[in-house]
Each structure stands twice: as structure tokens, then as C-alpha cells.
T-cell receptor, first 112, second 110 residues
Framework: NAGVTQTPKFQVLKTGQSMTLQCAQD?????MSWYRQDPGMGLRLIHY???????DQGEVPNGYNVSRSTTEDFPLRLLSAAPSQTSVYFC???????????FGEGSRLTVL | RKEVEQDPGPFNVPEGATVAFNCTYS??????FFWYRQDCRKEPKLLMS?????NEDGRFTAQLNRASQYISLLIRDSKLSDSATYLC???????????WGAGTKLIIKP
């Protein structure tokens, strides 16, 4: 059972570099989202999407870009990495009408 | 004040004991509440939703107190495998945005 698949699991970047975190789900969920998790803080929503072609900003969108060209994929792009973006990133998906979010295994990003 | 607050712990509890922890939320208009469990260096997973009348799932009981704006999680007969961080989640004004607590760490000792 694939569920939500995130890649890469680990990444080290230098300040100013760009990269894309990939997220794919095979559950036909309408809703997909990206969170970051930092020590001592709750998960914070970066961007979310309620369907192909529809995206919106969450709580901490600055420095990140997303697109949703298909139901299955929701990549997160870091435009110019900064040390403040060092974090663990989770992609999550769900049916819009349901309460349960299904998460990927996480991507650990370090920006030097 | 944070929108969702939890005691970070850790709660160190002997195996077989009962443990309870609370989570307070600031938005009185919040409609949906959840407990998620997160194992060390893993992704969060839904433990249970919290209903207005309270609900039970095996050894786990969740309750909602709207007047005082908190939800609680009670774990009975705790097992070593219950060791994890428990995340309180509240759905706020927007149907698409969840507000997450920072989590309560629970350590069950043999």
C-alpha cells in the first residue's frame, strides 16, 4: 500500500539553492497539503490544495511555491533556500469531507 | 497565547498505569477535534476523533469540554508501545486548515 509517498527523505542544501520536494498519493484524495515541523512547535501549514489546479496559502507560505496539475501530485518548491527553512516537511492528504489526514514519511531538510 | 496548547511533558509513567493529558484551544468556534500519535522520527497518525459526547476506543478515551475549551485523552492500562508524542489538533474557522499543538511526549517505563 503506497499511500502518500514523499521524496527525498533527506536533503542538504546551501543557502540560495532551490529544490523541489515531491509528494504523490494514490488514494484519489482531493485535499493535499504541506506542513513543516520544528522542535517545540506544532505542525504548521505551508500550502494546501483542494483539487487539481487549485492551491492556497497556509500559515507560513513565504519562500515556498506549489502547483497541483494532477490529483495525485503536489510538489513543494523552495525558491531560494535559507537556514530558517531547515525543518522536517510532511505532505498529507485526505478526502475533503473526512477528518483523517494521511501523511508521508517526511523529508528532513538542512540548509547550511 | 497559542491557539492550541499542550503540556510538552515528558510524562514518565509505569506500565499498566492510567495517564491523562489535556489540550486547550483558544477559538471557541472550533468544530472538530482530533488526537494524533507520532512516534519518534515518524509521521503523525490519527489516533481518534473527539466527539462532543466523548468517545472511547479500547483503552483510549477522549473528551471535549466546550465550556472550558479543552480536550482530554485518557489512556488506561498503559503499554510500552504507547510511548509516543500525542498531538492535539483543532479544525478552526476554515474547513481546510487544522491547528496543531506541539505535542505531549509520553514515556511508558517497564
Amino acid at each position: 500500500n503506497a499511500g502518500v509517498t514523499q521524496t527525498p527523505k533527506f536533503q542538504v542544501l546551501k543557502t540560495g539553492q532551490s529544490m523541489t520536494l515531491q509528494c504523490a498519493q494514490d488514494m484519489n484524495h482531493e485535499y493535499m497539503s504541506w506542513y513543516r515541523q520544528d522542535p517545540g512547535m506544532g505542525l504548521r501549514l505551508i500550502h494546501y490544495s483542494v483539487g487539481a489546479g487549485i492551491t492556497d496559502q497556509g500559515e507560513v507560505p513565504n519562500g515556498y511555491n506549489v502547483s497541483r496539475s494532477t490529483t495525485e501530485d503536489f510538489p513543494l518548491r523552495l525558491l531560494s533556500a535559507a537556514p530558517s527553512q531547515t525543518s522536517v516537511y510532511f505532505c498529507a492528504s485526505s478526502y475533503i469531507s473526512a477528518g483523517e489526514l494521511f501523511f508521508g514519511e517526511g523529508s528532513r531538510l538542512t540548509v547550511l | 497565547r497559542k491557539e492550541v496548547e499542550q503540556d510538552p511533558g515528558p510524562f514518565n509513567v509505569p506500565e499498566g498505569a492510567t495517564v491523562a493529558f489535556n489540550c486547550t484551544y483558544s477559538n471557541s468556534a472550533s468544530q472538530s477535534f482530533f488526537w494524533y500519535r507520532q512516534d519518534c522520527r515518524k509521521e503523525p497518525k490519527l489516533l481518534m476523533s473527539v466527539y462532543s459526547s466523548g468517545n472511547e476506543d479500547g483503552r483510549f478515551t477522549a473528551q471535549l469540554n466546550r465550556a472550558s475549551q479543552y480536550i482530554s485523552l485518557l489512556i488506561r492500562d498503559s503499554k510500552l508501545s504507547d510511548s509516543a508524542t500525542y498531538l492535539c489538533v483543532v479544525r478552526g474557522d476554515s474547513n481546510y486548515q487544522l491547528i496543531w499543538g506541539a505535542g505531549t511526549k509520553l514515556i511508558i517505563k517497564p
